[in-house]
């Protein structure tokens, strides 16, 4: 985090793509860069190698990311399959907890794939092939598989499909038995090979949910640079979760998404407009990256949640939805 005066005070820094939710709708992150004390104010000039990126500022190496990076195959009884089917609706619920020493961060990472069928008079089911993931590019910490559940609507609610198997097989001689019989019952498995997890799902009716539940023991964090109103020692801990997009033109824009980030007590979000060139230079960083998970600005718009009303146990909640 450099020291160095980075735009001139008072100017407009506008950040491309990037954009805050608010109450009347998305706001694009646009303010005056903030006046803050450095080496050239004593006309003392960077050397090489010298970190020339503003305070608080992070890179899209560094940055703390979940990519929903999957395929999905869906047959019915008697319609012929569909392939590389995008699912209709995908949330996120991560939690952000303290770790055992000061400075370290876990989290607890639910993901919902929904998938809709396109015929709900017939049974469906719902085969997924997903990328397992680092969390960050420099693979200090990896999102692992700690739970799976499958969920049916039945009736407008949403059903747990309850499994206790054990072994692979059987799951996936259970699955294949409800599958190919008429019993009115559903299945679910899932297996991991490689890098590669593996869900099968059926049938169900018109929606079936299969929810995956992830652990990442460590987040990259680091301390804070307070910039004048700031007080205390406070540790920030970049984290994005990549929502799905397509063109309007695209049947993929159908899937409805949901974010929800839940932090620790005392959480708060970094301030944009104080932190106005930290947002302008994770923004060059993303950019410069290449068509990498968050790299494609062009492709890509990163939108900072908007903090939610209703709070559980004053751990501060943000959420975006669309």
């Not at 693979?139 to 059903?159: A, C, H, K, N």
């Amino acid at each position: 985090m450099s020291l160095f005066a980075p735009a001139l005070p008072g100017s407009m820094v506008e950040v491309p793509g990037f954009w805050q939710d608010t109450a009347e709708g998305l706001k694009a992150i646009a303010f005056p860069a903030p006046r803050l004390p450095s080496p050239a104010d004593n006309a003392i000039q960077p050397a090489e190698g010298d970190d020339l990126t503003a305070p608080n500022a992070t890179t899209a190496a560094r940055l703390n990311h979940v990519v929903c990076v999957s395929s999905a195959n869906v047959g019915y009884s008697k319609a012929a399959q569909d392939t590389c089917v995008p699912p209709s609706a995908l949330e996120y619920d991560a939690t952000v907890e303290e770790g055992a020493a000061p400075g370290d961060f876990a989290m607890t990472l639910r993901m919902t794939l929904e998938y809709e069928s396109a015929f709900p008079e017939e049974g469906m089911v719902v085969w997924v092939k997903k990328h397992q993931q680092l969390v960050n590019d420099e693979g200090t910490s990896e999102l692992l598989l700690v739970e799976t559940t499958f969920q049916d609507l039945v009736d407008g609610r949403w059903v747990p499909i309850t499994t206790d198997v054990r072994y692979a097989e059987e799951a996936e001689a259970v699955v294949q038995a409800v599958i190919t019989s008429d019993s009115g019952q559903t299945a679910g498995r899932v297996s991991t090979a490689g890098c590669v997890e593996d869900a099968k799902l059926g049938p169900v009716g018109a929606r079936g949910r299969i929810v995956l539940t992830y652990r990442a023991e460590r987040l990259y964090s680091y301390g804070e640079m307070g910039l004048g109103a700031a007080s205390g020692v406070r540790t920030l801990v970049p984290l994005a979760l990549q929502l799905p997009w397509a063109a309007l033109d695209n049947p993929g824009n159908r899937c409805a998404v949901r974010a929800a980030i839940r932090g620790p007590v005392g959480s708060v979000l970094l301030d944009p407009e104080a932190n106005v060139l930290a947002y302008r230079d994770l923004q060059s960083s993303l950019a410069a990256a290449g068509p990498r998970p968050f790299g494609d600005m062009c492709g890509h718009s990163a939108v900072l949640p908007a903090r939610a009303l209703a709070q559980a146990e004053d751990h501060p909640q943000w959420e975006f939805a669309r």
